[in-house]
């Protein structure tokens, strides 16, 4: 199943199922979780899969090192003993979610873990609210899936690596899993060169009507004026997105490394409940814990500029950064300039490429018009995540990205960013706001934990407002 194009024509009927798994709240005395079995996770411990006893230890560090445990007030609190294994679409585990359990043992939130050594940290994200897992169980499905593009299903995992035996949608549509592949890696850059970005590459006429008029100063990058061509703009930005892929798999072995070489005495530690500032090995192992950067003006009316996921998503986030800085609501305008593309045949599946979601070309060409051309989208893609944290802090500028939802395209406005790590490793996370599709509401701009990582592959539009 390949991702569409950037769109969000689905966006009107049905909310990101993810968020949904997030977001669903059920009465604190609802004990009863869908737990792993111990011996299955043992054997499960293969193939870059993490140990989840391991993991569990060095979450509660993690809890305590970046403060996420304090602003959470889960000081004192536990993780559960074992998580909810969430898997791809391999049968391998891909998340792990650990319940957080209060002093009396009442079940206050979750901690999401990556279940793989992909990354150099172990927290996906924490919430304060606690999923009823048993939505997903109607009918005798035992299995959650998401895959990479964060698509969710249910069903039951077959041999680990395999395709799952069963697999289900969330509106119950029986699926082929012999039509699904869960793309990793270098697979996701050549699906994404070959089959998206030649749809989001300004052409030489779209370039020449983007920055006839923009001032000079406004470009980091001089390549974006060049005579580069389209195929060769998709050629650099595989490139790019080849760079931020190796980055992030030497920041992981880095992590691993470090983790290795101290099992002792990470397995040694204290993790039976949740403390704060760790010190000695824990602290350097954590390291930079900068406090957050939000552009606080982008969170005053968060809760209430069309808080609806009817509306589009980049006429939705182009009217806000408007809203926000003039004081105008222009979402119709963007919406009535966003184009209706055709549809495109891949293989045997016809796609639709675009609906209304507003492509880098139409966002750039629209954005000075809405604003009297006091606000620019630089519609050059970048993949890199420290381009975004210097454009947010430093800049002080929002910064558009673009994600999957679904089997299409979204996009999320980051206004906030704060990072974790030390030397060798980096950690980036961003506080978004979005249509109402994928991100929602975020919540004290000030927390750490309303602060959430982004994929490795999502591509940034930076805006100067």
């Not at 559960?80 to 049968?91: G, R």
């Not at 939130?109 to 997903?136: M, Q, W």
């Not at 040694?268 to 192992?285: D, S, W």
Request: with cysteine; charged share 25%.
């Amino acid at each position: 199943m390949i991702l569409g194009g950037a769109s969000c024509t689905n966006e009107r009927i049905e909310r990101d199922d993810r968020v949904q798994v997030v977001e669903k709240q059920i009465d604190n005395s609802f004990t009863d979780f869908p737990f792993s079995d111990k011996e299955e996770l043992k054997l499960m411990n293969v193939d870059n899969v993490c140990d989840y006893e391991m993991v569990r230890r060095l979450s509660t560090i993690e809890l305590g090192a970046t403060g996420f445990a304090s602003e959470m007030n889960w000081l004192g609190c536990r993780l559960s003993e074992c998580p909810i294994t969430i898997y791809d679409l391999n049968s391998r585990p891909r998340y792990y979610d650990f319940v957080v359990y209060n002093a009396l043992g009442r079940p206050v939130g979750i901690v999401r873990t990556y279940a793989k050594r992909e990354r150099s940290t172990l927290i996906e994200g924490v919430y304060d609210a606690v999923p009823n897992y048993y939505v997903y169980k109607v009918g005798s499905y035992p299995d959650i899936f998401i895959d990479w593009k964060g698509k969710q299903y249910v069903g039951e995992r077959s041999q680990f690596g395999k395709s799952p035996k069963v697999l289900v949608d969330m509106q119950g549509k029986h699926l082929t899993t012999t039509d699904l592949h869960d793309l990793e890696g270098l697979q996701i850059i050549d699906h994404l060169a070959q089959d998206i970005l030649p749809k989001l590459v300004l052409t030489t006429e779209q370039k020449n009507e983007v920055y006839k008029n923009m001032p000079q100063d406004f470009f980091e990058n001089s390549e974006i004026q060049s005579g580069v061509s389209q195929q060769e703009a998709v050629v650099k930005l595989k490139e790019s997105m080849n760079i931020a892929w190796t980055k992030t798999q030497e920041e992981a072995c880095a992590f691993w490394e470090v983790v290795g070489a101290n099992e002792q005495a990470v397995e040694g530690a204290n993790t039976f409940v949740i403390k704060n500032e760790p010190e000695g090995l824990f602290k350097r192992l954590f390291g930079v814990n900068e406090q957050p950067y939000p552009i606080k003006r982008y969170d005053t009316k968060k809760n209430t500029y069309r808080r609806d996921d009817s509306y589009w998503c980049g006429p939705w986030a182009c009217g806000y950064i408007v809203y926000i800085n003039q004081e105008d609501d222009q979402y119709r305008f963007f919406e009535g300039r966003a184009a209706m593309f055709g549809e495109l045949w891949v293989g045997n599946t016809l796609l639709r490429i675009f609906g209304r979601p507003m492509t880098p070309f139409e966002m750039a060409w629209t954005m000075p018009l809405a604003s009297d051309w006091e606000i620019f989208v630089n519609p050059t893609l970048r993949f890199r995540d420290l381009t975004a944290y210097e454009h947010i802090k430093n800049g002080r500028g929002p910064a558009l990205r673009l994600c999957a939802s679904g089997e299409q395209l979204h996009w999320t406005l980051a206004y906030g960013a704060r990072q974790t790590g030390n030397r060798f490793w980096r950690n980036y996370y961003f506080l978004q706001v979005d249509n109402g599709g994928k991100v929602g509401v975020p919540g004290d701009p000030q927390k750490a934990a309303s602060y959430r990582s982004v994929d490795w592959w999502n591509p940034w539009l930076l805006v100067w407002d």
